[in-house]
């Protein structure tokens, strides 16, 4: 993959029907790969209570993947889904007391 990962994190976010749920990506993101257990179409914004208005739409049996990253900090993320699902994410982290440079 991608980038200078040298942690591979997988995270199953649970999104509650008709509800924001927040997340966020870690610090050391170097890329991302996410998807729904299920065929739901999934709302995604980076600004709270934003899901309704700004978004971006993971459509139902797809997959989402964002490569050469490199986050700093945390980043806020927001899922929005009429149904309830379960995100599949795995993410490429990099972190220096692992690798060190």
């Known amino acids: 993959m991608e980038g ?4 591979i994190v997988i995270a199953n976010i649970p999104v509650a029907a008709t509800t924001e749920t927040p ?11 996410m998807q729904c257990r299920t065929a739901v179409a999934v709302q995604i914004a980076v ?3 934003e899901v309704t208005n700004r978004y971006f739409t993971m459509q ?3 997959v989402l993947k964002e490569r050469n990253l ?3 900090e945390r980043i806020p993320v927001y899922f929005y889904a009429a149904s309830a699902v379960v995100i599949e ?5 990099y972190e220096e007391e692992i690798g060190g440079e």
């Not at 200078?4 to 942690?7: E, G, I, Q, S, T």
Request: charged share 15%; with cysteine; net charge positive.
């Open 60 to 62: 139902a049996s797809t």
């Open 89 to 93: 994410a795995i993410m490429g982290i």
């Open 70 to 72: 490199d986050v700093k």
């Open 23 to 33: 997340w966020a990506l870690p610090k050391g993101c170097q890329w991302f790969q």
């Open 4 to 7: 200078r990962a040298n942690k």
């Open 47 to 49: 600004i709270a209570h």
